[in-house]
């Protein structure tokens, strides 16, 4: 199977389900998943299995994006740079995450250009730069556009060591394991890590019972049943976890003008009926 068949669609609707799992949950959860999965490429270059993920998040100077996602505002979305890899290499892509009733429609524009933080620093909702990119035009201006109107930029950089498997039995669904996550303040657009400046999130009030690996399953609105029989074997509870939101609360929060406080989220069984 070609790595293209692995990688996400440039744009498409699916279910999150996030799940917080101790590490010694990992093996035996994989060993069910590859029942009906395979690795991805990128897991599979590594010893380990797991690779890296590098963020930079976007938000408003008031912290629009993250104040709407607290008060569990609906038809809310977020804005994030990727690049993968210990020293990342192109595509980078621009992705803008909005997120109505449980579903999460997501769009992805690619960037080749080496001199791209200079044209994203510069934008301005006026101009038509053309950037070296792929035939996702569309979902880059969408991305340039919304950061130009909400005066967004770069607040918190990201990194995680993820272990991802594909579906081969399935249209589309995906798991994930992430680990070893820390966050930087970043200001500028540069997903290069620093290493002498990233710290862990690992502190009780984000992880409880060792449970700091975050298990992500993945998929369309048509869950697939052998979803619900790995949730079921493994007792697993659903549980919430933002990389975004946690890495400002880390760094920023004696400067935020807002609380906290968790939001409840539907059931699952209510989702996906």
């Not at 020293?87 to 690619?110: D, L, Q």
Request: hydrophobic letters at 35%; one cysteine or more.
């Amino acid at each position: 199977m070609s790595e293209q068949s692995f990688s996400s669609p440039l744009l498409f609707e699916r279910y999150e389900l996030k799940f917080l799992i101790p590490f010694e949950l990992v093996d035996a959860i994989s060993e069910f998943v590859e029942i009906y999965c395979v690795l991805d490429p990128f897991s599979e270059r590594e010893d380990d299995k797991f690779y890296k993920v590098n963020n930079i998040y976007l938000d408003s100077p008031n912290f629009l994006f993250l104040q709407r996602r607290i008060a569990g505002i609906d038809h809310r979305f977020n804005m994030r740079i990727r690049a993968y890899g210990d020293n990342p290499v192109f595509p980078y892509f621009c992705e803008v995450k909005h997120k109505t009733m449980g579903i999460v429609k997501k769009k992805r524009a690619k960037i080749y250009d080496p001199n791209w933080a200079a044209k994203f620093a510069q934008y301005e909702v006026e101009e038509k730069e053309n950037f070296s990119i792929s035939d996702d035009t569309n979902y880059l201006n969408h991305f340039l556009r919304l950061a130009a109107s909400h005066n967004a930029e770069p607040k918190v950089f990201t990194q995680y060591r993820r272990k991802a498997y594909a579906s081969v039995v399935d249209d589309y669904a995906r798991v994930t394991f992430d680990r070893d996550l820390r966050y930087q303040r970043r200001k500028e657009y540069d997903l290069s890590p620093v290493e002498e400046g990233l710290c862990h999130y690992d502190n009780p009030l984000n992880f409880y019972d060792q449970n700091n690996i975050i298990l992500e399953l993945k998929c369309t609105t048509q869950v697939p049943k052998w979803f619900l029989d790995l949730i079921s074997y493994f007792g697993l509870t659903r549980s919430s976890f933002s990389k975004y939101r946690t890495g400002v609360q880390e760094t920023l929060e004696d400067n935020i003008p807002f609380h906290f406080d968790r939001v409840a989220q539907a059931p699952f069984n209510q989702m996906v009926m």
